[in-house]
C-alpha cells in the first residue's frame, strides 16, 4: 500500500476501502505518513465526504490505534458529554462537577482549541499548577476520588485522533463530518463510557452552519455510538452568539465558577442544566436534582476535589492580561446580533488560540461581552472589552470585528433563538 494512491482515491472522489483506511490511519499513527501527505488526506475527505461505510471503518482504525479504557471496577455509572466545538463553550467546566455531585463517574476527555472555537484543556491550564496530562491510573484515581476528572487523552488512547487533531486545527481541515465524528466518537469508544450525550452546535461560530448539516454529524455520532455499545444522545443546541459574556481561557475559568457558585450567565446555566440532565437519564440516574447540587454548593465542592486533584490551586487568583481595549455601542438602541465566529477569530487572534500547532496559548487573552443581543445598549457605552499580553494583536482583532455587531433603533422589537433547537 503506498499513500499516494489512498490521497488520489479520495482526490478523485473515490470510496476508500476498508484495508487502504486501516493502512493511513495506522501509518500515520506510526510516523510513516507524513503530517503534509495526510494533510492531503484531509482536505480531500472536507472536499469529498466519506459514506457511512468509510466512516465506521475510519473510527474503527482510531480507536484501535490506542488502547482502551475500562470503567467496570467503578461503582457508579459512567456519563460523558461532548461539545463539537463553539465560542465561549465552556460548558464542561461546570458540568462534569455537577454530574459528578448527583451520583454518576464523569470521565471527561477534552480538547484543545480547534481553529477559532476555544479547548477545555486551554481553559483549564490557566488555573496555576492545573494538569491536563494524566496516566490512566492517575485519572482512575481523580475519578474515584473526586467523581469527575478532565483531562487529555492519554498518549496511549486514541492516538491517531491526537495527531490528527492538531493538524486539522492548522491546515483547514477541521469542518468535515467525516473526521469530527470519527475524532470525538474514537476518543469516546476508547475511553469506554457507558453513555455519551453529545453537544451538537449549529450556526456561524460552530463548525456547522446549518441544521440539516447538524443533524447529519448528531446522527452519524449517534449511531457510531449505539453500534458500539454507547447509550449515545445528541441534542443541537444555538451557536449564532457566544456562549455566555466570555471567549478566552481564564476569562471563561472566572465565568465557569460563577455558575459553580450558583450565579452566572443565564443562557450557560440554561445550558449546563439540560445537558446534565440528558447525562443524568442516560446514565440511569433520572430522579437526581442537578439544580439543587449548583444551589447547595455540592458541584463546586467537586469541582474543588477536581482541580486539586490535578495539580491545580481552585483559590489561586486566575492570569489576567496585561493589556485591555474597550469596543463602544455606536448607537443607542437594541443589540439584535453579536457573531459568534466573529468573536470567536478576535480571541484566537488577541493569543486565546493558536495559529501553529507547537503554539502556546495566552491565559488572560479573550473577549468579554457587555451586552447579549436582546440588551439594550447606550451610544458611547462599553460592548465588548479585548484582552491580550500582546497589544499590536489589538487591530488584527478589531479587523474580525467590524461587522460582528448590530444596534437597532430603540424599542426593536427582538426574539431570542432557544438555546436547545432539538
Ligand atoms: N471535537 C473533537 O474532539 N474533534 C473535532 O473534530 C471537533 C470537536
Known amino acids: 500500500m503506498d499513500v499516494i494512491s489512498v490521497i488520489r482515491t479520495k482526490r478523485d472522489r473515490g470510496e476508500l476501502s476498508d484495508e487502504q483506511i486501516d493502512w493511513v490511519v495506522d501509518a500515520y499513527t506510526r510516523g510513516a505518513v507524513a503530517d503534509e501527505q495526510m494533510s492531503a488526506l484531509a482536505m480531500a475527505i472536507l472536499l469529498n465526504g466519506m459514506n457511512r461505510r468509510e466512516i465506521a471503518r475510519w473510527t474503527a482504525a482510531m480507536i484501535a490505534s490506542g488502547e482502551r479504557m475500562d470503567f467496570s471496577s467503578l461503582s457508579r455509572p459512567t456519563a460523558d458529554k461532548h461539545s463539537t466545538g463553539g465560542v465561549g463553550d465552556k460548558i464542561t467546566l461546570p458540568l462534569a462537577p455537577l454530574v459528578a455531585a448527583c451520583g454518576a463517574a464523569v470521565p471527561q476527555l477534552s480538547g484543545r482549541g480547534l481553529g477559532h472555537t476555544g479547548g477545555t484543556l486551554d481553559k483549564l491550564e490557566s488555573i496555576p499548577g492545573w494538569r491536563a496530562l494524566l496516566s490512566n491510573e492517575e485519572m482512575l484515581d481523580v475519578l474515584n476520588g473526586a467523581g469527575s476528572v478532565i483531562c487529555a487523552a492519554g498518549d496511549g488512547l486514541a492516538p491517531a485522533d491526537k495527531k490528527l487533531y492538531a493538524l486539522r486545527d492548522v491546515t483547514g481541515t477541521v469542518e468535515a463530518i467525516p473526521l469530527i ?94 445537558l446534565a440532565r440528558e447525562m443524568l437519564a442516560a446514565a440511569g440516574l433520572p430522579d437526581a436534582d442537578p439544580e439543587k447540587a ?53 480571541a484566537w487572534r488577541l493569543g486565546a488560540g493558536r495559529a501553529r500547532k507547537e503554539d502556546p496559548v495566552q491565559a488572560g487573552a479573550g473577549v468579554e461581552l457587555h451586552a447579549r443581543p436582546g440588551d439594550t445598549v447606550e451610544a458611547g457605552a462599553p460592548l465588548l472589552t479585548l484582552h491580550t499580553d500582546t497589544p499590536e494583536r489589538f487591530a488584527y482583532a478589531l479587523e474580525s470585528l467590524a461587522s460582528a455587531y448590530e444596534v437597532a433603533p430603540p424599542g426593536t422589537d427582538f426574539a431570542a433563538r432557544p438555546i436547545v433547537l432539538e
Open 181 to 274: 465524528a470519527s475524532s470525538i466518537m474514537s476518543k469516546k469508544i476508547a475511553e469506554g463510557t457507558g453513555s455519551l450525550v453529545l453537544d451538537v452546535k449549529v450556526g456561524t461560530g460552530a463548525f456547522m452552519k446549518t441544521l440539516d448539516d447538524a443533524r447529519e454529524l448528531a446522527s452519524t455520532m449517534v449511531g457510531l455510538g449505539t453500534d458500539h455499545g454507547v447509550r449515545t444522545v445528541a441534542l443541537l443546541t444555538d451557536m449564532s452568539t457566544p456562549l455566555g459574556l466570555t471567549a478566552g481561557n481564564a476569562l471563561e475559568v472566572r465565568e465557569s465558577v460563577e455558575v459553580l457558585a450558583g450565579g452566572g450567565p443565564a443562557d450557560v446555566v440554561e445550558l449546563t442544566l439540560a
Open 294 to 346: 449548583l444551589a447547595d454548593g455540592s458541584a463546586m465542592d467537586v469541582w474543588r476535589r477536581m482541580i486539586s486533584a490535578q495539580g491545580g490551586d481552585p483559590d489561586a487568583a486566575l492570569p489576567v492580561a496585561r493589556e485591555t481595549h474597550t469596543v463602544t455601542a455606536p448607537a443607542s438602541g437594541v443589540l439584535t446580533r453579536l457573531d459568534a465566529y466573529d468573536v470567536g477569530v478576535a
